[in-house]
């Protein structure tokens, strides 16, 4: 990340109040795809403003409390767990006991603090207002914001971007104090490192979080009322994560869902299907919901669903063609990366009149100790399709760099069409995962094929080798004698 320069300030009547009452496009939230959708309206010369309830805080998740903190976060623990190989656990255990989570936590604020610098600076660079307030549909061309402080008024836009994100779920059945009940929001809040930790919700971020705390020496427990870590993933490669997050000590209760918690002094039991477990922090971590109450959805009859998500078509507008909506607010997958790419196609598609396809293939990346990283189906999926595939596998003991730094997890799964040797999908589990994702995505865009990637040179030692090896393995498994031929349909 570049280096911040000095905050930028908006003017304070922008932040309490717009400077008009007409603009091209007002978005609502100032997440990923809000900032996004924003920056290229106002490259397209249109008038912009952003309604943002917190606009001391821009961002949301994306900057305060979720993927910039948490990633933060664990890239230090991570680097930590690294050394184990090199320098043996008892360096790394020595390190870790003097980890308080002050260090960790001003460190997360310090990384988010110079991302929110940077997208103030983006916003003021592109005359971007941020309009602090509550924003609700007064017709299907205005908005009545109400302000923290004084009285409200209407903005008038001919295009509207509801991107207001999503957050913890919070059953009425579990007790959140804040303390010893957390969400995703309220966990980094946490005054010390609990000795002990229940995480219930084994999808993305219960997982990025076990490992985390695992990783601090936290004694952590992985449930889930399901018997599978992240449902959408490839099998194997969550099989692989898996044996990883066991080596690092998560222990494991899936298939249990939670009867009752009662708190106990600084403590809380948890009783479940199976196991009643006392533990220092229980954090619930199953699912989300969108933020879509109170925005006058209902005035005008916009489709929402019974978890908030606003119904849209595939170019994210809803029932009302000039308003869209998009990012964690329209549901899966509800990532960072899709969300930006979903703002930025909403304003093409509503001033540039370009009717592109949002893109097919897009990585998933979870930030797992180590790392998970796919694009394309599953072989679950494609097996269910009936599509004839073989899949190329590359284990990271397999290379060099792979046993250079001790990595004793690790996979890259190819999944080949057998005919034509089209690359399907790609699923890795291990170090760097994130980013050798792209490699191959890079190939499936241009329509590559298998022998594309067995005819290219690669670095050695690197860890990117591991699509040479899979493809040879896929591709060995219908060429029998070695002799692999190029499909005459390419």
């Given at each position: ?46 008038s ?27 890239e ?31 460190r997360?604020?310090?990384?988010s603090t ?26 299907e ?19 509207f971007?509801?991107?207001t ?20 929001d ?13 995480i ?10 076990a ?28 099989k ?49 919901i969108?933020?879509s ?13 019974d978890?908030g ?24 997958p ?34 797992t ?5 796919s694009v ?29 730094r ?27 995962a994130?980013n050798l ?19 290219m ?12 090896i899979?493809?040879?393995?896929a ?15 390419t």
């Amino acid at each position: 990340m570049a280096t911040p320069g000095p905050t930028v300030q908006f003017p304070k009547e922008n932040q309490s109040k717009a400077s008009k009452s007409e603009y091209d496009l007002i978005v609502i939230g100032s997440g990923p795809a809000g900032v996004q959708a924003a920056v290229q309206a106002a490259k397209l010369k249109k008038s912009v403003c952003i309604i943002e309830k917190m606009p001391e805080k821009i961002g949301g998740a994306w900057i305060q409390t979720g993927t910039l903190p948490s990633k933060t976060i664990r890239e230090s623990l991570e680097a930590i767990h690294n050394i184990r190989h090199h320098a043996g656990p008892q360096w790394v255990e020595r390190v870790i006991s003097d980890l308080s989570t002050t260090k960790l936590y001003k460190r997360a604020l310090k990384v988010s603090t110079e991302e929110e610098h940077l997208v103030r600076r983006y916003l003021n660079k592109n005359n971007i207002e941020v309009v602090g307030g509550f924003a609700s549909f007064e017709t299907e061309k205005s908005l009545r914001i109400t302000p923290s402080k004084g009285a409200s008024y209407i903005l008038n836009a001919s295009h509207f971007v509801i991107a207001t994100g999503s957050r913890p779920r919070r059953p009425d059945n579990i007790p959140f104090d804040g303390w010893r009940v957390v969400d995703s929001d309220e966990i980094l809040n946490l005054e010390c490192v609990p000795k002990h930790m229940i995480i219930y919700g084994a999808g993305v971020i219960g997982c990025e979080y076990a490992c985390i705390f695992s990783a601090l020496g936290v004694e952590t427990i992985l449930a889930d009322s399901r018997d599978r870590l992240m449902q959408q993933i490839d099998f194997e490669v969550v099989k692989e994560l898996e044996k990883s997050m066991t080596d690092m000590g998560v222990k494991f209760k899936l298939g249990q869902e939670i009867k009752s918690i009662t708190p106990k002094g600084p403590r809380v039991q948890v009783q479940m299907t199976v196991d009643t477990i006392d533990t220092d922090v229980l954090f619930f971590a199953a699912g989300r919901i969108s933020n879509s109450e109170n925005l006058g959805l209902e005035k005008l009859k916009i489709a929402v669903n019974d978890r908030g998500v606003i119904q849209v078509n595939d170019a994210f507008q809803t029932n009302l063609p000039h308003i869209y909506a998009a990012g964690d607010v329209v549901g899966p997958p509800a990532l960072a990366a899709t969300s930006t790419q979903q703002g930025r196609f909403c304003a093409l598609h509503a001033f540039a009149e370009m009717k592109n396809d949002f893109p097919k293939y897009y990585p998933v990346g979870v930030y797992t100790i180590p790392e998970l990283s796919s694009v394309g189906p599953s072989e679950e999926q494609l097996k269910e399709q009936g599509v004839d595939f073989v899949v190329g596998r590359a284990g990271y003991g397999e290379l060099a760099r792979g046993y250079i730094r001790g990595d004793n997890h690790g996979l890259l799964k190819l999944l080949i069409e057998r005919k034509t040797h089209k690359i399907l999908g790609i699923h890795i589990v291990g170090d760097g995962a994130a980013n050798l994702v792209h490699i191959g995505l890079a190939f499936m865009l241009k329509d590559g094929i298998a022998n594309d990637l067995i005819n290219m040179i690669f670095n050695y030692p690197t860890l990117a080798e591991a699509y040479r090896i899979a493809a040879f393995n896929a591709l060995n498994k219908i060429y029998k004698d070695g002799k692999i031929v190029t499909p005459k349909s390419t």
